[in-house]
């Protein structure tokens, strides 16, 4: 059976306890949460490398993390694993980064943290992380998958022509399969953990 580094496992954990207090219930939050962290539980195949590192923008990464850090459970333990993991990490910028623009193109960052790549190859869940500088954009997109985040800064969220709103520290944001969605910055740096249901291969 393939077995998981505790590191990992820890900020699983932290993840699965910081959405459910969010999300009690059987509403669809819950639903995709149930999906998620049960296909979790049994772990996959381990990435035969470490990312490639960090981009510049995330030299706001300490700054985020620190604010998430003095939250109280779960979010601050949540902040404290992720820490333990990003070394192994390999942020990038999203793909067609260059057609938004100079702020867009080095204010944002992505890494996988479980998917296709990542610190665990799996075809189910894709987890990863988004970075933002300050005042910067995330353009609006879409994807089939559904999504949950969870927010572990300052910065608000928009669904297709909806209004902006900031979910807060430890706020849940939950994109239905399709729906066009965005996120900006502010003042400080933007910091969320994302969780994608990509469902079980057929055949």
């Known amino acids: 059976m393939l077995s998981r580094s505790p590191d990992l496992q820890s900020f699983l954990t932290a993840a699965e306890a910081a959405v459910r207090q969010r999300c009690r219930g059987t509403g669809p939050v819950a639903m995709v949460t149930d999906r998620i962290f049960t296909a979790l539980q049994v772990p996959s195949a381990p990435a035969t490398q470490l990312g490639s590192g960090r981009l510049p ?5 300490a700054t985020a993390l620190d604010q998430a850090r003095l939250q109280p459970e779960p979010i601050g333990p949540l902040a404290g694993a992720f820490a333990a993991i990003e070394p192994g990490l390999g942020w990038k910028t999203r793909a067609g980064a260059e057609a938004q623009g100079e ?3 080095n204010g944002h960052a992505n890494a996988t943290i479980v998917g296709s790549e990542g610190l665990e190859i799996r075809p ?3 987890i990863g992380v988004s970075l933002m500088a300050p005042h910067t954009r995330y353009p609006d997109h879409r994807h089939p ?4 985040y969870v927010v572990l800064s300052g910065g608000e969220w928009r669904q297709g022509s909806g209004e902006w709103h900031a979910p807060g520290i430890g ?3 939950h994109n239905p399969p399709n ?3 965005a996120m900006r910055s502010g003042e400080q740096p933007l910091l969320a953990l994302w969780f994608l249901w990509i469902g079980a291969p057929s055949g």
């Open 145 to 148: 998958p559904e999504e949950v």
């Open 57 to 61: 923008v995330c030299g706001h990464l």
């Open 103 to 105: 702020q867009f193109l």
């Open 179 to 181: 729906i066009v969605h």
């Open 171 to 173: 706020g849940l944001v």
């Open 124 to 126: 189910d869940v894709w």
